[in-house]
């Protein structure tokens, strides 16, 4: 296998910038909270994929990202700085995609300016509270998520190892969702009764209007683990291992009665709700979409959406 060591002119070698072969990573690995919180720690962050295929990063003698196949590898070097900052911007992207994790991601990217700060010659001189606090999307999901972010940040922290679709309050992250730019009117211009949110990075969303209620059916690529039978959760901060997953084919889910959402749904990713609860918290995104964006035509789509409905 032939090696490529890219250390400048990175444009002209990849054919990309910086940031978007890490993009290519987080992608791969498909975990970015696990990918902040083990790069600091391990030496390594391999691709769950397939073995020598794809992409990893690695903090060993140097820290670089590389892209690899059976013919060759590339190594594209990177500073702490700048693999900080390329962790900033991805998760300022896609906030909204992790509005009920978003307090462990927050602490995750502290504890990486902590450690280069505290062993890398070259300082990260950055307030990252300071940049949060003036967002105010952030402030919004942090708000509006709240119970979430902080049992999520203890749960995963403190308590049991897996996290699963029981644990997710579907229909705050779902409006959550909607406030990203553009999905909140795409829903409040939809007229069909069943319709699909496309995955935009981690998310997708099947909403069903039924009689008297809604039904929404949540996927996220980073909660799939499939055991033979169907969808039984994942292992946010740690690669599954293979006694993991034997102990979970024999979990039956059915059996699982501690899980906090357990007895408000009959199935781990589909959420029902009232339509008079559905307009309730839709009309606080909506005020909150005006506020964030200044945009007063949402405000007359949702009447419209009301009268429709």
Same mark, same amino acid.
């Given at each position: 296998?032939?090696?490529?060591?890219?250390?400048?002119?990175?444009?002209?070698?990849?054919?990309?910038?910086?940031?978007?072969?890490?993009?290519?990573?987080?992608?791969?690995?498909?975990?970015?909270?696990?990918?902040?919180?083990?790069?600091?720690?391990?030496?390594?962050?391999?691709?769950?994929?397939?073995?020598?295929?794809?992409?990893?990063?690695?903090?060993?003698?140097?820290?670089?990202?590389?892209?690899?196949?059976?013919?060759?590898?590339?190594?594209?070097?990177?500073?702490?700085?700048?693999?900080?900052?390329?962790?900033?911007?991805?998760?300022?992207?896609?906030?909204?995609?992790?509005?009920?994790?978003?307090?462990?991601?927050?602490?995750?990217?502290?504890?990486?300016?902590?450690?280069?700060?505290?062993?890398?010659?070259?300082?990260?001189?950055?307030?990252?509270?300071?940049?949060?606090?003036?967002?105010?999307?952030?402030?919004?999901?942090?708000?509006? !998520? =709240? @119970? %979430?972010?902080? +049992?999520?940040?203890?749960?995963? $922290?403190?308590?049991?190892?897996? /996290? &699963?679709?029981?644990?997710?309050?579907?229909?705050?992250?779902?409006?959550?969702?909607?406030?990203?730019?553009?999905?909140?009117?795409?829903?409040? !211009? =939809? @007229? %069909?009764?069943? +319709?699909?949110?496309?995955?935009? $990075?981690?998310?997708?969303?099947? /909403? &069903?209007?039924?009689?008297?209620?809604?039904?929404?059916?949540?996927?996220?690529?980073?909660?799939?683990?499939?055991?033979?039978?169907?969808?039984?959760?994942?292992?946010?901060?740690?690669?599954?291992?293979?006694?993991?997953?034997?102990?979970?084919?024999?979990? &039956?889910?059915?059996?699982?009665?501690?899980?906090?959402?357990?007895?408000?749904?009959?199935?781990?990713?589909?959420?029902?709700?009232?339509?008079?609860?559905?307009?309730?918290?839709?009309?606080?995104?909506?005020?909150?979409?005006?506020?964030?964006?200044?945009? &007063?035509?949402?405000?007359?789509?949702?009447?419209?959406?009301?009268?429709?409905?």
């Amino acid at each position: 296998m032939s090696l490529k060591k890219i250390k400048d002119n990175y444009f002209e070698n990849l054919k990309m910038n910086k940031y978007d072969f890490f993009n290519n990573l987080v992608n791969e690995i498909g975990n970015f909270a696990f990918l902040i919180s083990e790069i600091y720690k391990s030496g390594e962050v391999k691709t769950s994929i397939i073995e020598n295929y794809g992409y990893y990063i690695s903090n060993e003698s140097s820290l670089y990202i590389a892209e690899l196949n059976e013919a060759k590898e590339i190594r594209v070097y990177y500073s702490y700085e700048e693999l900080f900052y390329s962790f900033y911007l991805y998760y300022l992207k896609n906030m909204a995609d992790y509005s009920d994790f978003m307090l462990f991601i927050e602490q995750e990217l502290y504890n990486y300016t902590q450690y280069t700060d505290n062993l890398k010659k070259y300082k990260i001189k950055f307030d990252l509270n300071d940049f949060f606090n003036r967002d105010k999307l952030r402030n919004f999901l942090i708000e509006y !998520n =709240k @119970k %979430e972010n902080i +049992y999520n940040y203890n749960f995963i $922290n403190f308590n049991r190892k897996y /996290i &699963n679709y029981w644990d997710i309050n579907i229909l705050k992250k779902f409006y959550s969702f909607l406030l990203k730019e553009g999905k909140l009117k795409e829903i409040l !211009n =939809k @007229k %069909e009764k069943k +319709y699909i949110l496309p995955k935009t $990075n981690l998310e997708k969303f099947i /909403i &069903n209007i039924l009689k008297n209620k809604i039904e929404i059916e949540y996927e996220n690529i980073e909660l799939e683990y499939h055991d033979g039978r169907g969808v039984v959760g994942f292992q946010y901060k740690e690669k599954l291992e293979k006694s993991d997953v034997a102990l979970l084919k024999y979990k &039956n889910i059915n059996d699982l009665k501690e899980e906090r959402f357990r007895n408000s749904r009959d199935e781990m990713n589909v959420e029902i709700i009232s339509k008079e609860n559905f307009l309730k918290e839709l009309e606080i995104i909506v005020v909150a979409y005006k506020d964030i964006y200044n945009d &007063n035509e949402v405000q007359e789509m949702f009447e419209n959406f009301k009268e429709n409905f």
